[in-house]
């Protein structure tokens, strides 16, 4: 299993969902595996999986962690 070099991507950072600005103040595993963001907007939080999360302008540090997750995710799903 692929483990997410969290101590390197510097939360939060914000991005956009659906037009909405989010902050992204987490990582996790889910109960089904999955990597997933825990996005915040005022007193709602959701989770999404990080291979859905738009890619935030400008990149937080550390995001080269996420995008290499995607790359592994993408060949282990096949």
Not at 26 to 38: I, P, S
Not at 51 to 64: H, T
Request: proline share 8%; net charge negative.
């Amino acid at each position: 299993m692929f483990t997410l070099d969290e101590e390197r991507l510097v939360l939060p950072f914000t991005t956009e969902i659906l037009g909405v600005e989010v902050e992204v103040v987490g990582v996790e595993l889910n109960d089904g595996n999955e990597v997933v963001a825990t996005c915040r907007r005022g007193p709602h939080r959701q989770r999404v999986s990080l291979l859905e999360l738009p890619v935030p302008k400008p990149l937080p540090d550390g995001w080269e962690t996420i995008l290499a997750y995607r790359r592994w995710a993408r060949n282990w799903r096949g």
